[in-house]
Nanobody, 116 residues
Framework: QLQLVESGGALVQPGGSLRLSCAAS????????MGWYRQAPGKQRESVAA???????NYADSVRGRFTISRDNFKNTVDLQMNSLKPEDTAVYYC??????????WGKGTLVTVSS
């Protein structure tokens, strides 16, 4: 079973940067597609960025050009570099791992607050 633990959430001013990290424990990390999601207060959880096991990326329109997802299959980590942060980026950010056999794992989330 894969376990995911997010870190790096913090309070940051508008225009600032933050790097989130998700550490995976378990086997076969490299066989999973990885993604970052977020859920703002009173809103549904949404996909922010995705990175497949073969290196394809996808970003929500709202973050494209500002956020970058990356993974290290040796360290079993997936990171989200967030630049030019806006107040509307405030949310709990979750890491997710999925695989074609139906396995689907979520982390518990890390809070990002963008405020002056």
């Amino acid at each position: 079973q894969l376990q995911l633990v997010e870190s790096g959430g913090a309070l940051v001013q508008p225009g600032g940067s933050l790097r989130l990290s998700c550490a995976a424990s378990g086997i076969a990390f490299g066989t999973y597609d990885m993604g970052w999601y977020r859920q703002a207060p009173g809103k549904q959880r949404e996909s922010v960025a995705a990175l497949t096991r073969v290196g394809r990326t996808n970003y929500a329109d709202s973050v494209r050009g500002r956020f970058t997802i990356s993974r290290d299959n040796f360290k079993n980590t997936v990171d989200l570099q967030m630049n030019s942060l806006k107040p509307e980026d405030t949310a709990v950010y979750y890491c997710r791992a999925t695989r074609g056999d139906g396995r689907d794992y979520w982390g518990k989330g890390t809070l990002v607050t963008v405020s002056s």
